[in-house]
């Protein structure tokens, strides 16, 4: 058993019995004690005082445990406790494929305490579905000094929920993480590079709980690049054992090409002095950006394309099987359950976000799979906000729409121009074998054959 898989039963626990999930203060401590620290460890390492940990925090998570898992647990023995629990709840199914579900008496005791699939995936959620071997060479990869990793797919697949992950397997190996999401910036500082850095250089700073010395390195003689590297080798990284920077919503970027054109190069730069200079080995980086941001590009604007690339696939039949039982929907095996399985499939494929939101409302028993299924692609279906999105962008590219649809109206696939191709399939809206493309899924091909014809 492993610590994902402990904390998965955990939360199952106190979920079912209390109808909520563990709060961040008490994933810490379980994270903490797994890794055998002591409360002062674990208060410093989240910025806590120790005494806050050791009175009040920690007695109250082996109470709330011991309730839950109906036997008494310690921070010596809750590792103990939880295995055992584990190994009674995995689910005959899910045992044959050697991965551990817990049955569903640990999952949704009240359909009000559902998580609607809106931003991340919480790291205590029960609804986050890993798609192996993704997570652990992500894992590996960010183990590694000076490693870079790129996370990339279209919106609403996953990206950032994983991007947590990564960071939070640094943290219990002890790494400081900072992180930064580019849709927080406002819009004036995109409007020099020399600004941007500044931005970039004052955040890392803060939250590493630096004093920022942005003035005593700075020097316009030799420029903001220059300045920003020497900040990071000098001061950052000096004052750091390990330093992971997290880059979410990179895509914002490209809106502004006079900057990415000097900032992307840049960030490659350091990666690649890590080969050559120690220092740089202390930095890892994780640059996180959504695919449709290639629309507006150039072709000739290469993406930037260093590092391990990881690249989000759809759930596959046994993923989304997994997330419905998490639901409370006996879809494992039977007749009927194959069934629904497959008329969902058949609509929205293993898109994560429209799986989810599908699986949220039946759960809820909003609306039978029959009805969705009758309604999922109009405009006043549970998917009118996603479909209209998309419908946005394509509206703002008219030889997109045209390309699109030649595609969903067409009764086999069809042959797409290379650039049309590639902006649509990093969209996530259509699928490429060779160069015919078909409709990533149904509920796709139905709203657009409407909306374009």
Same mark, same amino acid.
């Given at each position: 058993?492993?610590?994902?898989?402990?904390?998965?039963?955990? $939360?199952?626990?106190?979920?079912?019995?209390?109808?909520?999930?563990?709060?961040?203060?008490?994933?810490?401590?379980?994270?903490?004690?797994?890794?055998?620290?002591?409360?002062?460890?674990?208060?410093?390492?989240?910025?806590?005082?120790?005494?806050?940990?050791?009175?009040?925090?920690?007695?109250?998570?082996?109470?709330?445990?011991?309730?839950?898992?109906?036997?008494?647990?310690?921070?010596? $023995?809750?590792?103990?406790?939880?295995?055992?629990?584990?190994?009674?709840?995995?689910?005959?199914?899910?045992?044959?494929?050697?991965?551990?579900?817990?049955?569903?008496?640990?999952?949704?005791?009240?359909?009000?305490?559902?998580?609607?699939?809106?931003?991340?995936?919480?790291?205590?959620?029960?609804?986050?579905?890993?798609?192996?071997?993704?997570?652990?060479?992500?894992?590996?990869?960010?183990?590694?000094?000076?490693?870079?990793?790129?996370?990339?797919?279209?919106?609403?697949?996953?990206?950032?929920?994983?991007?947590?992950?990564?960071?939070?397997?640094?943290?219990?190996?002890?790494?400081? *993480?900072? !992180?930064?999401?580019?849709?927080?910036?406002?819009?004036?500082?995109?409007?020099?590079?020399?600004?941007?850095?500044?931005?970039?250089?004052?955040?890392?700073?803060?939250?590493?709980?630096?004093?920022?010395?942005?003035?005593?390195?700075?020097?316009?003689?030799?420029?903001?690049?220059?300045?920003?590297?020497?900040?990071?080798?000098?001061?950052?990284?000096?004052? *750091?054992?390990?330093?992971?920077?997290?880059?979410?919503?990179? $895509?914002?970027?490209?809106?502004?090409?006079?900057?990415?054109?000097?900032?992307?190069?840049?960030?490659?730069?350091?990666?690649?002095?890590?080969?050559?200079?120690?220092?740089?080995?202390?930095?890892?980086?994780?640059?996180?950006?959504?695919?449709?941001?290639?629309?507006?590009?150039?072709?000739?604007?290469?993406?930037?394309?260093?590092?391990?690339?990881?690249?989000?696939?759809?759930?596959?039949?046994?993923?989304?099987?997994?997330?419905?039982?998490?639901?409370?929907?006996?879809?494992?095996?039977?007749?009927?359950?194959?069934?629904?399985?497959?008329?969902?499939?058949?609509?929205?494929?293993?898109?994560?976000?429209?799986?989810?939101?599908?699986?949220?409302?039946?759960?809820?028993?909003?609306?039978?799979?029959?009805?969705?299924?009758?309604?999922?692609?109009?405009?006043?279906?549970?998917?009118?906000?996603?479909?209209?999105?998309? !419908?946005?962008?394509?509206?703002?590219?008219?030889? !997109?729409?045209?390309?699109?649809?030649?595609?969903?109206?067409?009764?086999?696939?069809?042959?797409?121009?290379?650039?049309?191709?590639?902006?649509?399939?990093?969209?996530?809206?259509?699928?490429?074998?060779? $160069?015919?493309?078909?409709?990533?899924?149904?509920?796709?091909?139905?709203?657009?054959?409407?909306?374009?014809?």
């Amino acid at each position: 058993m492993n610590f994902e898989q402990a904390l998965e039963v955990a $939360n199952a626990v106190v979920f079912a019995r209390f109808g909520r999930h563990l709060t961040d203060v008490e994933t810490a401590i379980l994270i903490g004690a797994w890794q055998s620290q002591t409360y002062e460890q674990i208060a410093d390492a989240y910025g806590y005082s120790a005494s806050y940990f050791t009175r009040d925090v920690g007695p109250k998570v082996w109470k709330l445990l011991s309730q839950a898992l109906g036997e008494t647990v310690s921070k010596t $023995n809750f590792q103990a406790a939880l295995e055992r629990h584990w190994r009674s709840s995995v689910s005959k199914d899910e045992g044959a494929r050697g991965q551990g579900v817990p049955s569903r008496e640990f999952l949704i005791p009240n359909a009000d305490f559902l998580e609607f699939p809106s931003g991340p995936v919480p790291l205590n959620s029960l609804f986050y579905i890993k798609r192996p071997p993704i997570e652990e060479r992500a894992y590996a990869q960010i183990d590694k000094p000076g490693s870079l990793i790129r996370i990339k797919a279209p919106r609403q697949m996953g990206k950032t929920s994983l991007m947590h992950r990564i960071l939070a397997h640094a943290k219990q190996t002890g790494m400081r *993480t900072v !992180l930064l999401s580019l849709q927080q910036a406002d819009s004036s500082i995109f409007t020099s590079l020399d600004k941007f850095l500044r931005w970039l250089c004052a955040n890392v700073s803060r939250q590493l709980n630096l004093e920022s010395k942005l003035d005593d390195y700075w020097d316009e003689d030799i420029g903001s690049k220059v300045s920003c590297t020497l900040y990071f080798q000098a001061y950052l990284l000096a004052e *750091t054992e390990s330093l992971i920077l997290a880059l979410d919503e990179v $895509n914002r970027i490209f809106e502004y090409p006079e900057i990415s054109s000097d900032f992307l190069p840049l960030l490659r730069s350091w990666y690649e002095d890590a080969s050559e200079l120690e220092i740089w080995q202390k930095l890892r980086l994780v640059v996180v950006h959504a695919t449709e941001a290639y629309i507006p590009l150039d072709i000739h604007q290469s993406p930037f394309n260093v590092g391990l690339p990881i690249k989000l696939p759809e759930f596959n039949l046994e993923q989304v099987q997994d997330l419905a039982v998490r639901h409370g929907l006996d879809w494992v095996k039977g007749e009927i359950g194959t069934k629904n399985l497959a008329l969902l499939l058949g609509m929205v494929g293993g898109h994560p976000y429209l799986v989810r939101v599908a699986l949220y409302h039946l759960a809820r028993q909003e609306v039978s799979l029959e009805q969705l299924l009758q309604t999922a692609s109009t405009v006043a279906g549970i998917y009118s906000d996603h479909l209209r999105r998309h !419908l946005a962008n394509l509206q703002e590219h008219p030889e !997109l729409a045209a390309a699109l649809k030649r595609v969903v109206t067409a009764p086999e696939p069809v042959p797409l121009e290379a650039i049309a191709a590639y902006k649509l399939e990093s969209m996530g809206l259509v699928i490429l074998e060779g $160069n015919q493309a078909t409709p990533s899924c149904e509920v796709y091909r139905l709203y657009f054959r409407e909306q374009l014809g």
